[in-house]
């Protein structure tokens, strides 16, 4: 079969709803998507009949209703179709009740407190903005969780929270300028997934990389990615047939997977899709890294979604590519043809510029892992500081607008929003700065500081809330304006003025840009997730998130506590991971070199008594020195552990990570591998970064 043959035969899509739904239903369930209008239940439950009819006759037994919470991942909890026929048979039953709404229990999810241990009910929602879609032997329906109170418990609610305020303030503005003919504004997503893909033998022989998904230990082998020879290089056979595996099931799923190619790091790739509208591409990417660990089982592989597996080695993330566009097709990031379309495209710019400022520490925050802080300010990906790349052209138009000098050397022009003054300027797509955490590529923005293995979810409620709230404030002043053309002008100019300290064009992993950003600037450094993640709760933000409803104070305070806890439990896990590694594979095997080392001595010396050993008495000596340091500083961090779990304050045990455990983790990592250096690799009790990063 082609690609457009096969291509989403596993969604129940519009196609699929066209064919098989009555007009009159087809046309409620298309209003209800697009429009967000309530379903009532004779639709839903002729909607319901026909999906369990298309699941059935494509092989499905179960349905699920298909959430996201605040685990990270996703979870579903499968009933049959079947129910009992007076004779003794069966029949497959699907009602719109059950399509609905579900009732799974709740009560090992995480809520941060926000459901009491008695009521341990929540319940999901169909979301019909996404599709429903096969995997296996079920139907799968995107769902939103939440408590029997109405509070979220996922991120789905959340980020279709979001998306509404954004559509409503950016449906404000539109109106001002005179556009009445869309119906609605929605952010787009393309996120860019990295990943790295190891052998599976490998991989089992190693428990750091079982337990914790990273090494923890790992000397740099004489190759690393120096040499720069993997980027775009040839890919081979063995991912080649990983990567056409994965396309054909992506494909099915009508997951619009577009590119793909090997990263920086050997091992290393990165899997594009086309994009779409913020919710789905979300759904899209969840499912997308579910496939991408599926797909390499079978190959003998497996998938590394982590954002830092190998130290010394770039790390894996994610770039989410942004936009807004309208339900007419127009994207309103891209800078218009007329000097009037320019004039909207320039509000909704330096919305997203005042944004990102003033809510930096939401952005940072809203990707902070343990696995990410790995990441962030080392020297590959965007540091932990966040500015915006416009380019040199932009730069310069936004430059002009402030100072009501001329632009581009055209010195008889004075640049004035209004209307018919404002110059034509084409979009810069020359200059990709690849350091700049938040990048505009011409059309769009491309925020670099999502981690591989965590949902954009987070990120996009972030962006999607700040944009809103600016754009908010934007509409209630032009909406009263007498001079619309001269409020616009200034509204601009002074948003440039007041924000411009987050614009940055050079180079973003430069020391000197960290100390000019946090001295001169005064942009927030947030280096540790415990750091950034104490701002979620500051007032300017609880205030934000809660007056465009994507949030209620309770749901922060609950996402504030799990998210750390999440955190500290990572962390924690890593922590006895190396306790456990340290004693039980690498000091016994130093230690066994060591005695093989002694007892060759011996044998030597018996055979000729006059031998020296340098040698062997030069290695056991370092090696003892190293096993003794090895399993004292194993010994403080199995205490420090230990001292971890006396902590029941979230925000102490964070501090206590930061300040005691991740140090001594490093401490003791230091030890290990100068004894790994040490030691012939068919004493090493597991593989090495060597062979990890070079077997595939
Ligand atoms: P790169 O960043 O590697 O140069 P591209 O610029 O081609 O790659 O696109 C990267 C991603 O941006 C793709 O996933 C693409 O679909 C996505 N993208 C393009 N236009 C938009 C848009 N308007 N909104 C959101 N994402 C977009
Ligand atoms: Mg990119």
Redesign the pocket.
């Known amino acids: 079969m082609t690609v457009p043959e096969y291509f989403g035969s596993k969604v129940f899509d519009d196609r699929v709803m066209k064919a098989r739904l009555s007009s009159d239903i087809y046309r409620s369930l298309k209003q209800t998507m697009e429009e967000g209008r309530e379903l009532d239940l004779s639709v839903a439950n002729a909607v319901a009949s026909a999906m369990c009819a298309w699941a059935v006759e494509n092989g499905a037994t179960h349905f699920t209703h298909w959430f996201q919470p605040l685990t990270g991942t996703t979870a579903e909890k499968h009933d049959s179709f079947i129910s009992p026929a007076p004779d003794g048979r069966v029949i497959m039953e699907f009602s719109g009740k059950e399509l609905i709404k579900g009732e799974p229990d709740a009560s090992s999810f995480p809520s941060g407190g926000l459901r009491a241990t008695f009521e341990a009910r929540g319940y999901t929602a169909w979301d019909p903005t996404s599709y429903a879609f096969l995997k296996d032997k079920t139907l799968c329906i995107p769902t939103a969780f939440c408590s029997y109170g109405g509070e979220a418990l996922d991120k789905k609610t959340p980020l279709l929270r979001s998306m509404e305020a954004l559509n409503k303030q950016a449906l404000r503005i539109l109106r001002i300028f005179g556009n009445a003919d869309v119906k609605r504004v929605t952010s ?5 997934q990295e990943y790295f893909l190891i052998d599976r033998e490998l991989w089992k022989k190693r428990r750091d990389l079982v337990y914790t998904g990273r090494t923890l230990f790992g000397a740099m082998p004489p190759k690393g990615q120096e040499l720069e020879d993997h980027y775009f290089g040839v890919i081979k056979p063995r991912v080649q047939a990983y990567m056409n595996d994965l396309n054909e099931e992506l494909w099915k799923l009508g997951i619009l997977a ?2 793909e190619h090997n990263e920086v790091a050997p091992s290393q790739h990165e899997l ?4 779409s509208t913020t919710n789905v591409a979300t759904d899209h990417n969840q499912l997308t890294m579910e496939m991408m660990k599926k797909v390499a089982a079978k190959h003998g592989l497996v998938c590394l979604l982590h954002e830092k597996p190998f130290a010394g080695v770039n790390g894996s993330g994610k ?1 989410n ?3 807004i ?1 309208t339900d007419t097709g127009i ?1 309103l ?1 891209s800078p218009g043809e007329t000097p009037y379309e320019n004039a909207q495209f320039l509000l909704f710019l330096v919305a997203v510029i005042q944004a990102v400022d003033e809510y930096q520490d939401l952005l940072r925050l809203s990707v902070a892992t343990a696995g990410n802080d790995h990441r962030l300010g080392a020297n590959e990906a965007p540091p932990a500081v966040i500015s915006i790349f416009l380019g040199d052209e932009l730069t310069a138009v936004l430059g002009a607008i402030e100072t009501d000098s001329p632009y581009n050397g055209t010195e008889k022009m004075k640049l004035k929003l209004g209307a018919d003054v404002l110059p034509r300027f084409t979009r810069d797509t020359t200059d ?1 700065n690849r350091t700049s955490p938040f990048a505009f ?1 011409g ?2 923005f ?1 925020f670099r500081m999502v981690g591989s293995g965590d949902s954009i979810a987070c990120a996009n409620i972030m962006l999607n809330s700040s944009v809103a709230e600016i754009l908010r404030r934007m509409a209630d002043t032009l909406e009263g304006a007498e001079n619309f053309d001269e409020t616009l002008h200034n509204l601009i100019k002074d948003t440039v003025s007041a924000h411009e300290r987050i614009i940055f064009n050079g180079n973003g992993y430069d020391d000197a840009w960290i100390a000019e950003a946090t001295e001169k600037r005064g942009l927030l450094n947030l280096r540790t997730t415990p750091e950034a993640l104490s701002r979620l709760l500051d007032k300017k933000n609880v205030d934000m998130l809660t007056a465009h409803g994507v949030f209620t104070e309770a749901e922060l305070r609950s996402r504030y506590e799990i998210q750390l806890e999440n955190y500290c439990k990572s962390v924690r896990i890593e922590a006895l991971t190396m306790v456990d590694m340290a004693r039980k594979e690498i000091i016994p095997a130093a230690e066994s070199y060591a005695a093989s080392l002694a007892s060759s001595v011996a044998a030597k010396k018996a055979a000729v008594s006059e031998l020296d050993c340098h040698y062997e008495t030069r290695r056991i000596r370092k090696l003892s020195a190293l096993t003794d340091m090895m399993d004292e500083r194993t010994e403080e961090l199995a205490s420090a552990a230990a001292h971890l779990d006396t902590i029941h304050d979230t925000t102490e045990q964070g501090e206590e990570i930061v300040n005691g455990i991740l140090p001594k983790m490093a401490r003791l990592r230091a030890v290990c591998d100068e004894a790994e250096t040490l030691t012939p690799s068919d004493c090493w009790p597991f593989p090495t970064y060597g062979d990890l990063l070079f077997s595939v």
């Open positions: 787009s997503v393309g996120p860019e577009k590119t594009a899709p086309i994009y770039h590519n942004w936009s566009s994207n990031l990709r590529t059309n769009k491309e």
